[in-house]
């Protein structure tokens, strides 16, 4: 294997070797390489000593651990009617966040220009400068095309196509790089990186305001041709042709089973409510109509998923989102199931996320820190010291 400071960094920070002497025995490298690699490392400040470790024989070997605290990340977890504005350390953990009013309707550049406003005040709330950030990530309700990292005709999100996210609030913030992604795929690789790291297979449902899917195939985030994998909510059923869809079209997953149709639904009954948030809300106030509801829209759900389940076989099906709850996956067990073929759901494990409403934050954080720590970018990082 490579054996730069970023690849004895990437040992580190994944638990691989956490001692100079397992450092050389997964690369190879000579004692005094190892060395010198370590030195580095700790004089970045990218890794610290962390206690010391049992020996058999000479002194007791050093714990080296990834330094969460080097610097920090900033995440917008932006919804359809709101955002989530968060400052995190290099592990996930969450220093400040605050949620504020945004509507993707209204377009980028006033959405946009709420998020870059949030986050300075973040900052300035937790007295961090701009060049203590490593990175900013950005999730959004809608495709993210991989290879531009903006919006790929997004269907609930008009005038967001091909948008430069990333290059609008790189000019606000004046800090970098900035990355961009779908909401339901940071997610999923939240979940598989956190609570199911040997999970080769996951997906992740999110139903909120909208429905959208994430998949991790071996550690990664699986986007199809152009980042429309898993885009569910716009999956047509037959049975409900009149039911209009935010999209334009008609009879979409998300007309009938999302917390806008939910919602729907609910006011229909005399009930307020106009977003999955306030489904949210009756749902942990145990209204029945509402948990009644949203059973049922989770039976429509695993109608589709059980097509998914067969075609990728996944060990691990995660719900979240605003709807995430008892009634809902048990809704959605209920069809998923009887559809499925026995030997594509004989090992898969149906679960809550168990992030709430954080787990854009988790995942995007994760996926910053990747990008920003990846080997290479340390090493060129160091070289240029």
Request: glycine share 10%; with cysteine.
């Amino acid at each position: 294997m490579a054996s730069g400071p970023g690849d004895v960094l990437a040992l580190i920070r994944t638990g691989t070797a956490r001692t100079r002497g397992e450092i050389m025995d997964a690369t190879g490298l000579s004692r005094m390489t190892v060395a010198q690699r370590v030195d580095a490392l700790l004089a970045d400040g990218l890794i610290r000593h962390a206690g010391t470790a049992s020996a058999s024989r000479g002194r007791r070997a050093t714990h080296l651990e990834f330094n969460a605290a080097h610097s920090v990340v900033v995440v917008a977890a932006v919804e359809t009617t709101h955002a989530r504005v968060a400052v995190t350390d290099l592990v996930g953990r969450v220093l400040v966040e605050h949620d504020i009013e945004v509507a993707v309707a209204d377009g980028p550049e006033s959405a946009l220009h709420a998020v870059s406003q949030a986050i300075d005040q973040s900052l300035e709330h937790t007295g961090v400068t701009r060049s203590q950030v490593s990175g900013v990530g950005v999730s959004i309700p809608g495709p993210v095309d991989p290879d531009t990292a903006r919006p790929s005709q997004p269907p609930i999100m008009p005038g967001w196509d091909a948008y430069p996210v990333a290059d609008h609030l790189e000019d606000a913030l004046g800090t970098g790089p900035v990355l961009v992604e779908n909401d339901a795929n940071v997610m999923a690789l939240g979940e598989q990186s956190t609570n199911y790291p040997s999970c080769d297979t996951l997906c992740f449902v999110k139903v909120s305001t909208g429905i959208g899917t994430g998949i991790v195939l071996n550690g990664r985030i699986y986007h199809g041709v152009d980042g429309g994998a898993g885009d569910i909510g716009h999956v047509r059923l037959s049975d409900y042709p009149d039911a209009v869809c935010q999209c334009g079209s008609r009879g979409c997953l998300a007309a009938v089973a999302s917390g806008r149709a939910v919602a729907s639904a609910l006011s229909g009954t005399g009930i307020e409510a106009h977003s999955g948030r306030d489904v949210s809300r009756l749902l942990a106030q145990g209204d029945t109509t509402a948990m009644g509801l949203t059973q049922d829209a989770g039976r429509r759900i695993g109608e589709v998923m059980a097509t998914v389940v067969c075609l990728l076989n996944p060990e691990i099906l995660v719900i979240g989102g605003a709807l995430a709850s008892a009634p809902l996956i048990s809704g959605v067990r209920e069809s998923l199931y009887p559809l499925s073929l026995p030997r594509a759901t004989r090992h898969l494990d149906v679960r809550l996320s168990t992030f709430g409403e954080n787990a854009a934050v988790v995942g995007m954080t994760r996926m910053v820190v990747d990008h920003v720590f990846a080997p290479a970018a340390v090493d060129a990082r160091l070289a240029a010291r």
